[in-house]
């Protein structure tokens, strides 16, 4: 295993691959993943179409929940990384998977479970000593909590 397998990166997918070039993956130790957020915002009108046609979400109006849910995409993952803000983010996408799971793909239950179950380790658990949120606890009251 090389360099280019540690070092993650965010890279489009060629055209020419048989792809429309709108595929996007992390690469992260050798293995690609798609980023939901990076895909839908690599084909705006397609998200819109899907939000408005396909995913049926109750309450707000599919642009802004195409908006909501990109953003959520987006801002989450660094915000866990870091550990900053870990309980209240996680409550955030546990609210989306609640919402995936009831009105836009309820037959992946097997997946959301899983979502959900490591969502309640992190609100329980909270973050951890080793977090941005564990820095700023230690100097705030003190290194005693």
Avoid: K
Avoid at 22 to 34: I, K, L, Q, V
Avoid at 109 to 127: D, E, K, N, S, Y
């Amino acid at each position: 295993m090389g360099l280019a397998c540690i070092n993650p990166c965010i890279y489009l997918s060629p055209a020419n691959r048989g792809g429309s070039g709108a595929e996007t993956h992390f690469r992260f130790g050798c293995y690609r993943t798609p980023s939901s957020a990076l895909t839908h915002v690599a084909s705006w009108q397609t998200t819109l179409y899907q939000f408005a046609d396909d995913y049926n979400v109750p309450l707000l109006p599919p642009t802004l929940a195409a908006y909501l849910a990109v953003a959520i995409e987006f801002a989450a993952p660094p915000l866990l990384v870091l550990g900053l803000m870990t309980r209240l983010t996680s409550l955030v996408l546990l609210g989306m998977v609640a919402v995936i799971e009831v009105f836009v793909y309820p037959q992946a239950w097997p997946t959301h479970i899983q979502w959900a179950a490591m969502l309640f380790v992190l609100v329980a658990r909270g973050p951890g000593s080793v977090s941005l949120d564990g820095l700023i606890r230690r100097r705030t009251w003190g290194r005693g909590l």
